[in-house]
């Protein structure tokens, strides 16, 4: 009897789920098997070079002077004494290797549970008609000139859309642009622009009710990543002010009355940010604070509140509009979805180079506070704190209230956007040892009826050995 598509799908389900048990399993024998016992001092040696490699890193930050460099020769130093003993004992070939075995086991492991279901979860998208009289703002030096490289002012206005292209030489408020163009009919508002533009804007658009338009102009461009748009090609961004055009609903963060579409940053980089020598040397200027800054010699002392959670003294807080992977090294930066209707909250406390090298459990390291939240309370003992905002430097009165509004944006996409890039779910290894046990269907029918009884095929082993 023929394979249907659905059991060819669960056949690669299973086989993946073994491949990565079994890639797994030989990871961690090998260097058993040609080692043996030295194979454990070995990887406790890896295990100890990562954390004094860690702790060398806080000592960086933290110190100036000789003392710096000489936690930088450290931080150096030690992954290359491990390299170096794994060479001596001629066993490095074993750990590339193994490595290796381990990266095959998490791709065909995150292969077999992403078959089970789809991990990513999207936005639902609406269709709308196209807007009548949209008004975008673009700012001709972001992006180092996109806007000009890209025509996008050009292919706007050929759209029927109103540009306004903000002057360099001076400072234009762009909320004031924005509001200005609704109360003369405007019935979308878009930036080609940094996040900190998109966010002031967005709010004026949320504010009123019409779509707003991300024209991925900017730098970095989080928001328009987290969106699933076209981040090599702006203009492919203007096809949304055509019928192509679907409209989602997403959720605004504010800090205060200040809106953000992707985080506001309290304590170490909200105040490197604001240094004036900053733009002009950013590595020296943070080399240059950090110290006085982690150590809390200088800058405000905060205190963070999300539901029933208080961080004390923190060195950073990370408010963001719905959370940030934290379960996947290549998703992270990204935003799963924009429409959770709850914020994110990161916040990082470390006091020694002990705790530093404790970051070497990642989310689950006790100087870190990962979790989600609908309001963040900033409490600090002074009156009024830096804070940065998409980027932007501000400095905000204490208590600093941040929330979310859950779907407050309407925004206008082009329906052929590249999208968000699939995301892989976490391993999961008790799920991964099911799949890999599961018998398939492929080989017997459903069901058959037999003395008047539906039989149905067994699936899984333990199932088989019954029978």
Not at 43 to 48: D, E, I, P, Q, Y
Not at 78 to 88: G, H, M, N, Q, R
Not at 142 to 163: C, D
Request: proline share 6%; hydrophobic share 50%.
């Amino acid at each position: 009897m023929g394979i249907d598509l659905d059991g060819r799908a669960h056949a690669r389900q299973r086989w993946a789920a073994r491949v990565a048990l079994g890639a797994a399993a030989l990871s961690v024998l090998l260097p058993l098997g040609v080692a043996g016992p030295t194979s454990v001092l070995l990887l406790l040696g890896v295990l100890v070079g990562v954390a004094v490699t860690l702790a060398a890193l806080w000592w960086v930050l933290t110190r100036r002077g000789a003392a710096r460099t000489a936690s930088g020769l450290l931080a150096v130093a030690a992954p290359t004494a491990v390299i170096w003993a794994f060479a001596a004992a001629n066993l490095l070939w074993v750990v590339v290797v193994s490595l290796a075995l381990w990266g095959l086991a998490v791709w065909a492991g995150k292969f077999a549970l992403s078959t089970t279901r789809s991990h990513a979860v999207r936005v639902r998208a609406y269709r709308t008609p196209a807007p009548a009289r949209p008004f975008l703002i673009m700012n001709p030096r972001s992006g180092g000139g996109k806007v000009e490289r890209f025509g996008l002012k050009e292919k706007a206005e050929q759209l029927g859309a109103h540009v306004h292209l903000l002057d360099p030489a001076r400072h234009e408020d762009v909320v004031a642009l924005a509001r200005d163009a609704v109360d003369r009919g405007a019935d979308l508002l878009g930036v080609a622009g940094g996040d900190g533009t998109q966010a002031l804007v967005a709010a004026v658009a949320a504010e009123h009710d019409i779509p707003f338009l991300v024209i991925s102009a900017g730098t970095r461009n989080h928001f328009a990543m987290d969106l699933g748009l076209d981040r090599d090609n702006p203009a492919a961004c203007l096809d949304a002010l055509t019928d192509a055009g679907v409209e989602l609903r997403v959720d605004l963060g504010f800090a205060d009355t200040h809106p953000f579409v992707n985080n506001a940053s309290f304590g170490a980089y909200a105040a490197v940010v604001q240094s004036p020598e900053y733009r002009d040397d950013k590595i020296g200027t943070t080399l240059e604070l950090l110290p006085d800054l982690l150590t809390h010699q200088r800058g405000p002392r905060l205190v963070a509140r999300a539901r029933d959670t208080v961080i004390e003294a923190p060195q950073a807080v990370l408010v963001s509009n719905n959370p940030y992977r934290s379960d996947d090294l290549a998703g992270l930066g990204r935003r799963e979805r924009l429409d959770s209707g709850a914020l994110g909250v990161i916040g990082v406390k470390v006091e020694s180079a002990a705790e530093a090298a404790a970051l070497l459990l990642g989310p689950n390291a006790p100087g870190l506070t990962v979790l989600t939240a609908h309001e963040v309370v900033v409490q600090a003992d002074r009156a009024e704190i830096e804070v940065g905002i998409d980027g932007e430097a501000l400095v905000l009165t204490t208590p600093v209230r941040c929330r979310i509004e859950p779907g407050a944006l309407r925004v206008r996409v082009p329906a052929g956007r590249p999208g968000v890039p699939e995301t892989k779910p976490p391993l999961d290894w008790r799920r991964l040892r099911k799949l890999a046990a599961a018998v398939g269907r492929t080989a017997l029918p459903k069901s058959r009826q037999s003395g008047g009884e539906t039989w149905r095929a067994p699936q899984t082993w333990q199932d088989w050995t019954k029978r």
